[in-house]
């Protein structure tokens, strides 16, 4: 299913991943055989360093963990620099070091919505951030709340408020006077006009609301040197339109491969794969990339391949933990 071209995968992350799969799913026990070979931090391959603009996806699956993949994690890699990171799910902060990013090189942070398998990595990689020599302000994004979920700067003030933060010994991220301050931006989950968030040199990012059952979520469009990354979260096919839009023509489309067809019981929280062919259809992205692979939707690959073939034909993959992909030689 994966579509070659100037696109490339780092082989052996790759194949590392599906063998961590495999002995996951196949040895449950904790014997000696059943141990994963995973990379060590240190001396890590760096995607990035495989072209001038990378998006990396750091973690490939969803909320469940015997998946055996990440939760939700994409960096985006210019001239082997880890510049945005959108999504923080669970093993981000693993997948994160073994990727080789440097926090001290991130331009700005990303959240698609608080779901926990896509913003419950933050803490763990916060604390990483308390060893990284950097001293520059790390911008947060993150969508509105509601009656359910918290605004992001709330859910950040949760995490990290001097007197009643759950980890209140690294406030000092909300005033910078002892640790890298976290500015917080928060984003209009309601918006159905894409507005611009962040806007520096070579680097913007734009965002808009999109339609996830009741959780507030929006859409991200990273675009690094040109190069255009569209990022649509966790979001049905309802009212995408404005989504859609705001990712016309992108050279990559990532979306989540969260439910297999015919699941139309999940169809409020999720596209389908048949809906995912519509949607990259409509913005013709360069490359699209199915992340959040869930067991039961890989479960029924080939079902998904046939339902998104059926209206998209351009080039497409399923991600797999820390695949990379070239989007600019
Ligand atoms: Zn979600």
Not at 173 to 191: I, N, Q
Not at 283 to 290: C, I, T, Y
Not at 299 to 328: H, K, M, N, Q, W
């Amino acid at each position: 299913m994966d579509s070659h071209g100037r696109w490339r995968h780092v082989h052996q992350a790759v194949l590392m991943t599906l063998a961590f799969g495999v002995l996951t799913h196949a040895l449950p026990s904790c014997d000696e055989a059943s141990m994963p070979q995973v990379p060590s931090g240190s001396g890590a391959p760096r995607c990035g360093l495989e072209g001038r603009v990378v998006l990396q996806v750091l973690g490939s699956g969803g909320p469940i963990a015997d998946d055996g993949r990440a939760s939700s994690s994409y960096l985006v890699w210019h001239e082997g620099r880890a510049r945005v990171l959108v999504d923080v799910g669970g093993g981000t902060f693993l997948r994160f070091g073994e990727s080789g990013a440097r926090l001290e090189d991130l331009d700005a942070v990303a959240i698609s919505h608080l779901h926990a398998d896509h913003a419950g990595g933050l803490p763990p990689l916060l604390k990483s951030g308390y060893f990284a020599p950097r001293r520059d302000p790390l911008p947060l994004f993150g969508p509105s709340g509601n009656e359910r979920f918290p605004a992001t700067d709330d859910f950040v003030k949760q995490l990290l408020d001097p007197e009643v933060g759950a980890f209140k010994y690294l406030s000092g991220y909300l005033d910078g006077s002892s640790l890298f301050p976290l500015p917080v931006t928060v984003v209009d989950a309601e918006a159905t006009t894409p507005s611009r968030i962040l806007d520096e040199g070579d680097l913007a990012i734009d965002a808009v609301g999109v339609h996830h059952g009741t959780i507030p979520a929006v859409g991200y469009l990273v675009t690094v040197a040109g190069v255009r990354i569209a990022f649509a979260g966790d979001q049905s096919a309802d009212d995408n339109a404005p989504f859609v839009a705001m990712a016309e023509g992108a050279d990559a489309l990532v979306m989540h491969h969260a439910i297999p067809e015919g699941a139309d019981q999940l169809a409020h929280l999720h596209a389908t794969p048949e809906q995912i062919g519509e949607t990259a259809a409509q913005a013709g992205p360069g490359l699209l990339v199915l992340g959040h692979n869930m067991r039961r939707a890989l479960d029924r690959r080939d079902a998904s391949e046939a339902a998104i073939r059926a209206s998209f034909d351009g080039p497409l993959t399923i991600a797999d933990d820390l695949s990379c992909y070239v989007l600019a030689p």
